[in-house]
C-alpha cells in the first residue's frame, strides 16, 4: 500500500512558478508510475504529467496544455515534484499526485483510472 501527500500549492500571479513535492509512503516506490492530475471546479480530472517506474533511467509525459511549462521528476527518496513555469490563470485547479502499479516498467498512461492510489490534492490559484 501507498499513501501520498501533496504540498507546495498556493496563490500565484500568472507567469510565476510554482513547485510541487509529492512525498510516498511505502515499499517498492519504484514499481510505481507516478503521474500528476488536476480538476478544475465543474470538470473531470484531467492528466498533467507522469513519469515511469524504474531504477534510474525514466521516460515522462505531459499534456499538451502544459508542455515546455511543466516539468515532473523523481528521486530515490520517494519524492515526486511537479515544476510549474509560466503559470496561467487556466492552470488552477487542485492537483493530485497518483501512483500506477507498474512493476513491469509498461510507463505512463494518462488516464486517471488506470491509478491505484491518490493524494488528498494541493490547491494551486493563478490570478491574472
Known amino acids: 500500500q501507498v499513501q501520498l501527500v501533496e504540498s507546495g500549492g498556493g496563490l500565484v500571479q500568472a507567469g510565476g512558478s510554482l513547485r510541487l513535492s509529492c512525498t510516498a509512503s511505502?515499499?517498492?516506490?519504484?514499481?510505481?508510475?507516478m503521474g500528476w492530475f488536476r480538476q478544475a471546479p465543474g470538470k473531470e480530472r484531467e492528466f498533467v504529467a507522469g513519469?515511469?517506474?524504474?531504477?534510474?533511467?525514466?521516460?515522462d509525459s505531459y499534456a499538451d496544455s502544459v508542455k515546455g511549462r511543466f516539468a515532473i521528476s523523481r528521486d530515490n527518496n520517494k519524492m515526486v515534484y511537479l515544476q510549474m513555469n509560466s503559470l496561467k490563470p487556466e492552470d488552477t485547479a487542485v492537483y493530485y499526485c497518483?501512483?500506477?502499479?507498474?512493476?513491469?516498467?509498461?510507463?505512463?498512461?494518462?488516464?486517471?483510472?488506470?491509478?491505484?492510489?491518490w493524494g488528498q490534492g494541493t490547491q494551486v490559484t493563478v490570478s491574472s
Open positions: 513519469i515511469s517506474s524504474g531504477r534510474t533511467v525514466y521516460a
Open positions: 497518483a501512483a500506477d502499479f507498474d512493476p513491469f516498467y509498461r510507463g505512463v498512461i494518462p488516464d486517471s483510472s488506470e491509478y491505484d492510489y
Open positions: 511505502g515499499r517498492a516506490f519504484s514499481s510505481y508510475t
